[in-house]
């Protein structure tokens, strides 16, 4: 106990102290990474909006509604504000996933630079980027459909979140989090204490086969409920301007117009992220995945994790050369984080042809953000830092010469080498032949994917 209590002490320093030290490699360009004082005042301003929320949501709480199914979802809701689901009790779910940006990260220099979040235990950083949780509990559950020969569902970049045992991908994906150790960071599903674990044992709360079933079955529970707060109309609710147009009740700018055309035709961004079809919701992705392309992104801390930190963990041991291997990497050896979900020794054959491949994103609410100037980072490791950007690497990706990253000229004349070719899909993305202003009609098409632009009823 004391120990964790000296450990929470030392963190409570490294989060105002924290400084990370680069060599430089000879691939990828020096990174420094610094919790400046603006990134901790974004993050103070975050945090007190998680508790406003919160509070909000337990006075709701307290007169509850009259129905069960909006029972579970407040209390979903109450859970995915709640800071104490972490270490050191200081970091909800809703860190990386708040309302104002259309539930992905909140802090905008965050997005700008690092483009993925620190953890529970503030020097650790995940290898990707935060992606949104509205419309995921409508991803299907993960399944190989033979037709396709293609794997389709599941929640999270790699698909990994499975949905197999409790039959909703975000319910599992929800397990996730809590215990990764650069996330939430609690050593076990059941509690922290007595914390932490001695790194052989995985289960160091010793409790009787059926407490720790009991407790099992909670978690369960827990985690459906938040999935079911995320499946809510508050979270998800198809009220973008492109539903209210779909609906008959409003009309597309003629550059919205000319976006969603090219979106259809030239651009065939519709391949991949469906805008729908009969009996088909448009939620502007097929749930299988593909690899674009996408350049690393020298900044995430994640390449800086290969030393034991101050509690003696290294998250990546591989350092600089860590290559993010997708669905590929999954279907191999599971995720070293987070696994919320069993892997299938079946598909093990399907992964060489998805290695380098992740999840094709919902476009939904990719624009939505709390103020015309915050950055929004986008791909699994936020490489992209507006929809401008991955627009013209759609368009240029196979005709602009390459480049080193910090070049002058980086994505606008010249593109960085892809983080990995394997399984790059050459065919549909890469030279699209689209004019400047085509690729702005893009921009404003998906501008109009935010939710929000009509009420409900
Ligand atoms: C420290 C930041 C952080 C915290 C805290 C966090 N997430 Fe995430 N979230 C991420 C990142 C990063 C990803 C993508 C991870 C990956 O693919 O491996 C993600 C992915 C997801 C997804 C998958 C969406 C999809 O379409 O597949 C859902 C759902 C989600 N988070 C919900 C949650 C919930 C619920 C919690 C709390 C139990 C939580 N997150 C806590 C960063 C965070
Ligand atoms: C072959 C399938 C495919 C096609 C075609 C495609 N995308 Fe994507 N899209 C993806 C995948 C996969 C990702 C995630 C890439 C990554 O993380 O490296 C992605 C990511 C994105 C993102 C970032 C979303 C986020 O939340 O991070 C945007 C925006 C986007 N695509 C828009 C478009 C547009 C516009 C087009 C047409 C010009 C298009 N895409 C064509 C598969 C595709």
Redesign the pocket.
Known sequence: MSRSRGERAVLGRAVVSLFIAVGSAAAIEPTSVTLTPDVLKEIAQVEAEIDRIEAQTIDRLAAPPDNQVQQIELLGKAMLYDKQLSVNRNEACAFCHMPETGF?GPVSELNRTTGSYPGSVRTRYSER?P??HSYAPLSPVLHYNPGQDDLVGGNF?DMRATGRRLGNPAAEQAEGPPTNPVEMGLPDMVCARPGPPPASDPKPVHLSDADRGRAASTFDQMAQSIAGYEASAEVTPFTSKFDAVMGGKAQFTPDEQAGYAL?RGK???N???RDGGPGEDPLFTDFT????G?PANPQLPYYLEDKPDALDYTANPAGRSFIDGGVGSFLVKGHPLSEPSVPDARWLPLAPKNNG?????T?RN?DKRPYPDFVKA????GY?KS?KA??HF?NTRDVLPRCGSNDPGEGVTCWPAPESTANM?TK??GN?GLTDAEENQ?VSF?QALTDGYMSRD
């Not at 491949?357 to 994103?361: E, F, K, L």
């Open positions: 992905t980027k992606q949104t970049w979106f651009a065939n961004c391949s991949c992220h995945a593909s690899n674009i996408t491949r992740v999840q094709v994103p476009l990719v986008y791909g699994h490791n992209f929809l991955i627009v759609y899909n549909t993305v699209l893009l998906m």
